[in-house]
């Protein structure tokens, strides 16, 4: 097993890895990292959401000095990719004296051109708005000792390739460069031919992975009211053991500190733990007297307790190979058990890409209303109580309580107001809040309609859109309501509460081979 600290860094990045959480480098940071640190140009090719990005961001910052000079520029292809790569780097950066500055289209020029001139070492930029600076020559290159293309090929199907190669011109041949992509189509080979010194090249390809037979579902969920989304699963769940998979360490912490306070039987598992500490939690969670164990995927490998009932992935997996590692924490020695994946709108083109590689039939379940959740209780309820008033023998003294109350007022009210003091805690004041507010943008009531930028021209026909949307967001065919398909752009409806899945699942997919982009439509009259 690779740690991070088995690579040659800094205490001032392997700090800032620790407090990021990461416990182990992904395959592709493992292979990727010493080689970047050596200091030749290296090709990256592993599926998205591998790593990558601190795959070339870890040794990046490590190579960075405090000097007022840009030495690293990162190309993306879109501006959410390059705030969102900077922001890793900013993370990976924590305890050093590194500034990154993430440029792209859409952001006042002038906003950034002032925070150029305060001095930054690395920047993140989209091929367009960097070509912008360099021709007002408001960005300067020749310091830049590393280069980096990030998600290629994405870059390549906008049609960036000159824009890259007008960038490369201005910048010093003895530099490094780093190539990452998903996939490697010939036109990028070719540019990797041209720009790069005789790179090398690490692939992270995927085994066929096989999903055990047991019933997989996934919820689909908002980032804001995420917990409460579990909390409403897990109490309308019979559940016997439970493995809740979290993405970090820190995640484990917060969430083991949540559900402990709400009342749960939890408790967390992660490589941080003393040996003598994990011992301590396994024991309690093999003999039950903890229901739930709160784990990363590193904490669980190799667990194996027999009446595991459900496997939870609070945090979806990293890969499909991490998703059947975990399902399979439960299912064991013949029993049955169930696999539940939380899915928030971001996270819905991850959740098709383990669909389709692990083969799995998947059902999509909506999240229990609160109703359902108190009509579960209830009957929870009834059924402790039916065991204690067949099984136990009552305390006198409740006996006595009882028997007095119930020469003045009626039984049934006086077990009704020893229940209410028992159990009411909870109150149901969680509203369904979301993030994404898609405006109007006129469709019938409760739906919301999207234009999407291909129409008749790719060919393009209703039931391809229908079969698309049911397929990735899991809801059926029929629930698709108006499609309008023009020479050139088509719009369609979709209800409410799936917008937000549809909307993050297939912007920037592809249907017959064409890439499409989704859009909130525009009232109608105003397009
Ligand atoms: P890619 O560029 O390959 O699609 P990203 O670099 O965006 O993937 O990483 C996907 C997610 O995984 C990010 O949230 C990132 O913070 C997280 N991540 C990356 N490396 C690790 C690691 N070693 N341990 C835990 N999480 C990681
Ligand atoms: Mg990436």
């Known amino acids: 097993m690779t740690v991070f600290t088995d690579f040659p860094l800094h205490k001032s990045v392997l700090d800032a890895i620790q407090d990021m959480g990461f416990e182990e480098p992904s395959p592709i940071q493992a292979a990727c990292i010493p080689k970047i640190l050596e200091g030749g140009d290296l090709i990256g090719q592993a599926q998205t ?90 960005l300067r290159l020749e310091n830049v000792n590393m280069l980096v293309l990030d998600e290629a090929d994405e870059m390549l199907d906008m049609g960036f390739i000159e824009d890259i190669e007008t960038i490369i011109s201005h910048l010093n041949a003895e530099r490094q460069t780093l190539l990452f992509s998903a996939t490697m189509p010939p036109e990028i ?30 919820y689909k969920v908002f980032d804001r009211n995420k917990l409460d989304s579990l909390c409403r699963i897990l109490d309308s769940e019979d559940v016997e053991l439970g493995i809740i998979f979290c993405r970090t360490k820190r995640g484990v912490d917060e969430l083991t500190e949540v559900l402990q306070a709400r009342g749960y039987l939890a408790d967390g598992l992660h490589g941080d733990l003393s040996q003598a500490q994990r011992d301590k939690v396994m024991k309690a969670f093999r003999e039950g007297s903890i229901e739930f164990l709160i784990a990363t995927d590193v904490a669980a490998r190799g667990i ?67 109703e359902e959740v108190a009509e579960r209780k209830q009957e929870q309820l009834r059924e402790q109580l039916i065991s204690l008033l067949d099984n136990d023998a009552m305390a006198e003294m409740y006996l006595k309580v009882a028997a007095d109350l119930t020469a003045t007022y009626p039984a049934e009210k006086v077990a009704a107001a020893a229940l209410h003091l028992a159990f009411h805690s ?30 008749r021209n790719a060919n393009i026909k209703p039931q391809d859109l229908v079969r ?24 369609v409806e979709v209800p409410e509460e799936v917008a937000p899945f549809v909307y993050e699942s297939l912007r920037q997919t592809r249907i017959n081979g064409k890439r499409i982009n989704l859009e909130p439509a525009k009232p109608r009259g105003r397009k």
């Not at 720009?195 to 996934?218: C, D, G, K």
């Not at 004041?429 to 009531?445: I, L, P, R, V, W």
Request: charged share 25%; no cysteine; net charge positive.
């Open 49 to 138: 959401g591998t790593g990558k990005t601190a795959a070339f961001g870890i040794p990046l910052i490590e190579r960075l000095t405090p000097a007022n000079k840009i030495q690293a520029i990162v190309l993306t292809p879109t501006r959410e990719l390059a705030i969102q790569v900077a922001g890793e780097l900013r993370r990976i950066s924590k305890y050093k004296r590194i500034r990154t500055l993430p440029i792209y289209g859409g952001q006042s020029i002038s906003h950034q051109i002032r925070a150029l001139k305060q001095g930054v070492q690395v920047v993140i930029g989209t091929p367009g708005r960097v070509l912008d600076h360099l021709r007002r020559k408001t």
């Open 468 to 491: 698309e949307i049911s397929e990735s967001v899991g809801i059926p065919g029929k629930a698709v309501g108006r499609i309008d398909i023009f020479e050139s752009f088509t719009f």
């Open 304 to 370: 194996d307790v027999s009446n595991v009932s459900h496997v939870i992935n609070y945090d979806i997996p990293q890969d499909p190979e991490s998703y059947v590692h975990r399902i399979g924490r439960t299912g064991r020695a013949g029993r049955k058990g169930i696999a539940m994946t939380l899915v928030t709108p971001r996270e819905m083109r991850q959740m098709v890409v383990i669909q389709k590689q692990t083969k799995a039939a998947m059902l999509s379940r909506n999240v229990p209303t609160l």
């Open 426 to 455: 909870e109150s149901g004041e969680d509203g369904e809040a979301e993030s994404y507010n898609f405006g109007e943008t006129g469709a019938a009531k409760g739906m919301v309609r999207f234009f999407l930028n291909v129409g």
């Open 189 to 218: 080979k070719r540019l990797a031919q041209r720009y790069m010194n005789n790179p090398s090249t690490v692939a992270v390809s995927r085994e066929e992975v096989t999903a055990p037979l047991i019933e997989q579902v996934y």
